[in-house]
């Protein structure tokens, strides 16, 4: 089934947790969050205690998106924060293979995530590891940014490898999807989609959500 992954970056931090409840009810599956050091890319977001403190809340799978630099570091605080799928920048690390490693020996599911410029060659040796792999459609580190529509071209590649390897990965596209393009994204083959101004900075979250969802599954 294809889903939604909601932004929390997007979110208003003074009701997260009602707004969170909102995108629940929608229906959506995944919660992205977005963690970001300031180093890796120039914004800071939050740490694992800010999404430590939603666990108890919520049954979403909790998608969490490292924009840190050696993400290794810290694989294992986020993990006990309540991550479900850890996702981690290949141009962030000199050892992929070691922090996949990390990730799944702790339990939960490993991704690994390219920026625009990044090609898929890049990340080609370690797609029989992980569970997900994220295609950034934006520079990482800013909300409200136009999608770039060419590195949709990664994900008709990415399927082509998983067919014919026999693979497993879900494929995830982060950065200005909204509702003018939504269908765009899904005719690229994409899993998930994530969406965080056009969902959760929307005046009615619960109906956004419940909106973009409809046409995703459309898709199924």
Do not use: W
């Amino acid at each position: 089934m294809k889903k939604l992954s909601p932004s929390m970056l997007a979110a208003d931090f003074g009701i997260l947790k009602e707004q969170i409840g909102l995108i629940e009810k929608a229906g959506a599956e995944y919660l992205h969050i977005d963690v970001m050091d300031g180093i890796f890319v120039p914004n800071i977001s939050f740490g694992a205690p800010v999404y430590k403190s939603l666990r108890k809340y919520s049954n979403m799978i909790f998608d969490v998106h490292l924009m840190i630099t050696e993400p290794i570091r810290y694989v294992e605080d986020f993990v006990k924060a309540g991550a479900d799928i850890v996702n981690f920048h290949v141009e962030a690390t000199d050892d992929p293979k070691g922090t996949i490693d990390k990730i799944k020996s702790l339990g939960v599911r490993a991704g690994i995530t390219i920026k625009p410029n990044t090609n898929v060659s890049a990340i080609e040796p370690y797609l029989g590891d992980v569970s997900l792999v994220l295609v950034m459609t934006v520079e990482p580190g800013f909300g409200g940014q136009k999608l770039m529509p060419e590195c949709l071209d990664k994900i008709s590649e990415l399927k082509r490898i998983r067919e014919e390897k026999g693979y497993d990965y879900e494929i995830e596209v982060d950065g200005g999807v909204g509702s003018g393009n939504i269908r765009q994204v899904m005719e690229s083959g994409v899993d998930v989609v994530v969406a965080g101004s056009a969902v959760m900075g929307a005046e009615d979250i619960e109906k956004a959500a419940k909106d973009m969802l409809a046409v995703i599954r459309e898709y199924d």
